[in-house]
């Protein structure tokens, strides 16, 4: 009955948001709502308009089934992860419609990115979801701020390619769906399967080649759900668990660390696009395909790696 009522989960919520995304695509396209339209510039390497809601389908979706899935005694986490998310989302949201590919707006937008993380940090430490490295109020917040941060953004780096973002959460969830299983908690667990689910659905339209994007806010919104499940499997003050967490996100953290930091070097804006991301170099000698296989293989030994830090960690 366990696994059954788990797997019932995956199902509405893949077919939910398989509705929700594929209705969202056509409103977007119907009345020209926020959608991304090729411009001939470096990073525009779709030839017609595609819409930017795909994100909106599988957030709504992850959140209607949730809704419906939790216990009265996570209430508290439910209703800070909830609020967090929505909140990181809006500001995608908005990025999408408004500020994407404005480059007066940079300063602000980076000021409403660290805003919005670390108001959602603040309401998951008071719900007892946090990184407890150290002993100290400050230092707890600070760090559940930093990884929410660095989530949210790593997760938007990927979303370069059709599929590369999507499928390398989807791996990433995979880990964090036996650690739920092996460990007893059923909350993280659901949270795993159910986004999961959801994020399958948008999959089925972000497959190369693309018809919907997941934009700024389901990057965002991937990246914070990410950072909730390493927070909830965080052991406190263990520096294996925040290993075991950066090594099951796998890619986005490394590749987010190298990115700020050869930005920072080239005194660029870390909000400037290029084609000078690892997955542009391969698609220079490999197919979209080839790219992705590539991308979804290295993701996965560290998903292994890290999952096996946790099992170890724990005695599972």
């Known amino acids: 009955m366990f696994m059954i009522y788990q797997i019932s989960l995956l199902l509405v919520s893949f077919v939910l948001s398989l509705c929700l995304v594929f209705l969202f695509k056509k409103i977007s396209e119907k009345y020209n709502f926020a959608v991304d339209i090729s411009d001939g510039g470096v990073l525009k390497i779709h030839s017609k308009k595609i819409s930017l809601l795909g994100g909106a389908g599988f957030a709504l979706a992850f959140i209607i089934v949730l809704s419906f899935n939790y216990g009265y005694d996570n209430l508290n986490m439910f209703l800070a992860i909830l609020v967090g998310g929505i909140i990181i989302f809006l500001l995608g949201f908005y990025d999408d419609i408004k500020w994407k590919m404005d480059s007066k707006k940079q300063s602000l937008k980076f000021l409403f990115l660290i805003l919005c993380s670390f108001v959602p940090a603040i309401i998951l430490y008071y719900s007892s979801i946090s990184f407890n490295f150290l002993p100290f109020l400050p230092i707890t917040i600070i760090l559940t701020f930093l990884y929410i941060f660095g989530a949210i953004n790593s997760i938007n780096y990927q979303d370069g390619i059709d599929g590369l973002a999507g499928g390398l959460v989807l791996i990433s969830l995979i880990g964090f769906i036996i650690l739920g299983f092996l460990s007893g908690n059923i909350f993280a667990l659901n949270i795993a399967i159910i986004l999961c689910g959801a994020l399958l659905g948008f999959m089925i339209f972000n497959?190369?080649?693309?018809?919907?994007?997941?934009?700024?806010?389901?990057?965002?919104?991937?990246?914070?759900?990410?950072?909730?499940?390493?927070?909830?499997?965080?052991?406190?003050?263990?520096?294996?668990?925040?290993?075991?967490?950066?090594?099951?996100?796998?890619?986005?953290?490394?590749?987010?660390?190298?990115?700020?930091?050869?930005?920072?070097?080239?005194?660029?804006?870390?909000?400037?696009?290029?084609?000078?991301?690892?997955?542009?170099?391969?698609?220079?000698?490999?197919?979209?395909?080839?790219?992705?296989?590539?991308?979804?293989?290295?993701q996965a030994i560290f998903v292994i790696l890290g999952t096996m830090m946790y099992i170890k960690m724990y005695g599972l």
């Open 207 to 298: 497959f190369p080649p693309a018809k919907i994007f997941m934009g700024d806010s389901g990057a965002y919104f991937l990246g914070f759900m990410l950072a909730v499940l390493a927070m909830i499997f965080c052991k406190p003050y263990n520096i294996f668990s925040i290993i075991g967490a950066i090594l099951i996100i796998g890619i986005p953290v490394f590749d987010g660390i190298y990115t700020n930091f050869r930005k920072i070097v080239c005194k660029q804006s870390l909000f400037s696009g290029d084609r000078l991301y690892y997955y542009d170099k391969l698609m220079q000698k490999y197919s979209i395909y080839k790219t992705l296989f590539i991308a979804y293989f290295v």
